[in-house]
Structures are given as structure tokens and as C-alpha cells.
């Protein structure tokens, strides 16, 4: 079956504590990405990357950090820097970031709360 | 960053009525896709549209993309239980453009 997964589904954090959210994709696509959700909020972009070895800020990058070593995964840690990291994280990937017919397709996503 | 406005924020329906909502922007859109979430999941795509004008049907739901390229309408026709959940609209200001802009949502509830 082709897809994202993330994992954990569920995650639970001390204050002060870095924590690294896991993303993997079969799809074959080059570009994958990072939103942050809020309670009756939508998405807000963190990183993204669009190839191996690359990546860049979204519009809520501070407290948060990525790499992309392999095609398939792009990994998010929430550092202790994030001050306030409770929230529901979405990953994402599509064939490529720019182009025409680059639609994003989603993981299940991971709900962390900081104790 | 750049916003969406997605509206109505929430919608409370009968079983087997229509529903319609949409996204407007003061800027041009060249992509605009609609997306599905339910409680604890990712969003789901629903339907993808990349031109002016455009409309594309899956099922029961219906999406256009507006004239002017600054908006995109939803259509539910007669609803029922399992369409519950939160609609995003989301759109690609450039051809070039690598990230998406997301509306902040359209909650739907459904009365059996």
C-alpha cells in the first residue's frame, strides 16, 4: 500500500524535553512538509523540503528542526526552544513542490502534549 | 502570511440537504484544492482544480474554480452522516509557487 505514515499517534513530552515526530513516505515524491495544527485552526506550514539533502523555514520554524537524508523520510524535532509545543502535527508529500500538478497528500498525523 | 477566507466558519444541516461554501482571496490563485478532515486524522484531498472556470465533480461533491481565480466554491449535495467533519480550502498563488495557503476551515455537522 502506498503512503505516509507517522508515527507515534499519540505522544506525551516533559517540559524541557526534545522530541522527534517520524514521517515516511512510499509514494516516491520529492517534496514533504511540516504543518503544525490548532484546536478550530488550520494549517500552518513549519519546513518543508523539496529533495534530499535540502530543506527550508515555513511560517513557524522557530523551535522546531528537520533533515532530510533519505527520499523517503523527513523527521521533525520539537526542541525545548518551541514554547508552545501542544498540537497536532501533520505531515505531508507531493511528486514535487513546484510544477503544475503537485498536489499534497497527507499522513495521519501525530497529537504531542507537553505534561 | 497570506490568508484564505473560508466561509461559513461552521454549518448545522439536516441529513439530505445541500450544502455550499467557499474561499476568497484578495490575491490570484492558480491551484485551488479542497480537503476533508476528520476528528484525529489527516485531511483527505477531495478534489483538485487548476483552471479558471473550472468544474469537477467527485460523487456527491462538486467544486469550481472562480473566474476571477481570487475564489473556489464546494458543493454537498444531500448530505449525509459520513460527510461530517472540517472542509480546507487551499490554493498555490503562483505556478512556481512551492507552498500551499490554507482557509482556516468549514466545520459541518449533520442532524440525522
Known amino acids: 500500500d502506498g503512503g505516509i505514515t507517522q508515527s507515534p499517534k499519540y505522544l506525551f513530552r516533559k517540559e524541557g524535553q526534545n522530541v522527534t515526530l517520524s514521517c515516511e513516505q512510499n509514494l516516491n515524491h520529492d517534496a514533504m512538509y511540516w504543518y503544525r495544527q490548532d484546536p478550530g485552526q488550520g494549517l500552518r506550514l513549519i519546513y518543508y523540503s523539496q529533495i534530499v539533502n535540502d530543506f527550508q523555514k515555513g511560517d513557524i520554524a522557530e523551535g522546531y528542526s528537520v533533515s532530510r537524508e533519505k527520499k523517503e523520510s523527513f523527521p521533525l524535532t520539537v526542541t525545548s526552544a518551541q514554547k508552545n509545543p501542544t498540537a497536532f502535527y501533520l505531515c505531508a508529500s507531493s511528486i514535487s513542490a513546484s510544477g503544475v500538478y503537485n498536489e499534497q497528500f497527507f499522513g495521519p498525523g501525530t497529537r504531542l502534549t507537553v505534561l | 502570511g497570506q490568508q484564505l477566507n473560508q466561509s461559513p466558519q461552521s454549518m448545522f444541516i439536516q441529513e439530505g440537504e445541500d450544502v455550499s461554501m467557499n474561499c476568497t482571496s484578495s490575491s490570484i490563485f492558480n491551484t485551488w484544492l479542497w480537503y476533508k478532515q476528520e476528528p484525529g486524522e489527516g485531511p483527505v484531498l477531495l478534489i483538485a482544480?487548476?483552471?479558471?472556470?473550472e468544474l469537477t465533480s467527485n460523487g456527491r461533491l462538486t467544486a469550481q474554480f472562480g473566474i476571477t481565480r481570487k475564489d473556489s466554491f464546494l458543493n454537498i449535495s444531500a448530505s449525509i452522516p459520513s460527510d461530517v467533519g472540517i472542509y480546507f480550502c487551499?490554493?498555490?498563488?503562483?505556478?512556481?509557487?512551492?507552498?500551499?495557503?490554507f482557509g482556516q476551515g468549514t466545520r459541518l455537522t449533520i442532524n440525522p
Open positions: 487551499a490554493g498555490r498563488l503562483g505556478q512556481g509557487a512551492q507552498k500551499l495557503v
Open positions: 482544480l487548476y483552471k479558471a472556470g
